[in-house]
């Protein structure tokens, strides 16, 4: 089993600004990767999902890529 990324890094709050960060979480269409392929722990998982919907929403991630 993998460890969650972002506790291995020592990461607390997952900014929606880094978008770097959010896409390696994503897969090629724009779809949040399951909790099984990203190895998160459940906190972290909830937290991704919040700054995936705020980085969608202020237009720095797109919702589909086609």
């Known amino acids: 089993m993998k460890q ?3 506790s291995k890094n020592n990461i607390i709050q ?7 960060a959010l896409r390696k979480f994503m897969n090629p269409h724009g779809r949040m990767v399951a909790r099984k392929r990203s190895g998160l722990c ?3 998982q909830r ?3 919040q700054a995936v919907k705020r980085a ?3 237009g720095l991630l797109p919702y589909v890529i086609r």
């Open 4 to 6: 969650c990324f972002f």
């Open 14 to 20: 997952i900014d929606y600004k880094d978008v770097d």
């Open 42 to 44: 459940a906190k972290h």
């Open 47 to 49: 937290q991704l999902a």
């Open 56 to 58: 969608r929403f202020l």
